[in-house]
């Protein structure tokens, strides 16, 4: 795969203890690049550094080895090339809906006229749904409008990169789905390139076109690529239709319950391949048509422990 858009290498990141000394990283080795245009989603136990590895990739957070380049420039602080929605909406209640997406916006272009910044902010609300709501304030509103908003900003500064953190977990199912459904529709129509963490599986096989899945921490790594090779047009409404759905579905719930453990640093499969070149595997394809996805190592007894 092209790195020429974002691309991490060999890192890591350990914490100190009470007395400064640096503990045992929580995870290592961790490597993987990410095409323009392209939704990669993360997947992995609590524990294992998902959240720590997305403020690395936004500038918030500084990683104890290794570098992210993106569009061959070190990631060094936080910048509006990225965009980031957190799980908490993260907006100033003190200004309306329009005011917290202007406030982006005016970040983004100092010199822009109070009429440009109102306009650009609106087709941003528009473009979520929200703005009719434009002169409420947060109080006002639901979760799932919150975090409408919440995208909309991170939208309005057109980033280069979207970096979601589990950005619709504590919403109900019904509005969780139908925000998953205007992310699809936006990220679509705009070739977004997009980092999300999240711990639905299903979220993660609608939007991404590829999955990382990493092993348990202490010193926890990308364990395996999954590519999602369903139809890239597929509707949360349609796609458990497809046979690869499950395929790929029952892949990634094997993994959390049964495999992540095996990958661990003091796991059986942890010697079986490099952590720099993490085995992508293809669940959703007939097995005939699957074999040799494995990547390197042993990918005799790798395509045996997957099931593939």
């Known amino acids: 795969m092209s790195s020429d858009f974002l691309c991490v290498q060999d890192l890591c990141k350990r914490y100190p203890d009470a007395k400064a000394r640096l503990g045992e990283p929580v995870f290592e080795h961790i490597h993987f690049d990410i095409d323009r245009g392209e939704f990669v989603a993360v997947i992995g136990h609590s524990g294992c550094g998902k959240t720590t590895i997305l403020n690395i990739l936004s500038g918030l957070e500084e990683a104890s080895a290794g570098v992210v380049l993106m569009e061959g420039h070190e990631v060094s602080g936080p910048s509006l090339d990225r965009g980031v929605v957190f799980q908490g909406h993260a907006l100033m209640p003190w200004r309306t809906v329009l005011g917290n997406v202007a406030f982006a916006v005016q970040s983004r272009w100092p010199k822009w006229t109070r009429e440009q910044v109102r306009d650009h902010s609106m087709k941003q609300l528009e473009m979520v749904g929200m703005a009719a709501a434009a002169d409420k304030r947060p109080h006002q509103l639901s979760g799932g409008m919150k975090q409408r908003v919440g995208i909309a900003r991170a939208f309005a500064i057109q980033p280069r990169m979207l970096l979601l953190d589990e950005p619709f977990g504590a919403l109900d199912a019904l509005t969780r789905g139908t925000i998953q459904d205007e992310l699809l529709r936006i990220v679509q129509a705009t070739r977004q390139t997009v980092f999300m963490i999240t711990h639905d599986v299903d979220e993660a096989i609608l939007l991404a076109d590829r999955i990382l899945l990493m092993s348990n921490g202490p010193r926890a790594r990308i364990a395996e690529i999954v590519e999602i090779t369903m139809p890239r047009d597929r509707t949360r409404a349609e796609m ?20 992540s453990r095996g990958y661990a640093a003091d796991g059986e499969l942890a010697s079986l391949h490099d952590p720099r070149h993490p085995p992508v595997v293809r669940p959703g394809l007939a097995v005939e048509d699957a074999h040799g996805q494995a990547g390197s190592g042993d990918t005799q007894r790798l395509r045996q422990v997957i099931n593939l």
């Open 240 to 259: 458990h239709h497809d046979p690869q759905y499950y395929r790929i579905r029952n892949h990634l719930v094997d993994f959390l319950v049964n495999r």
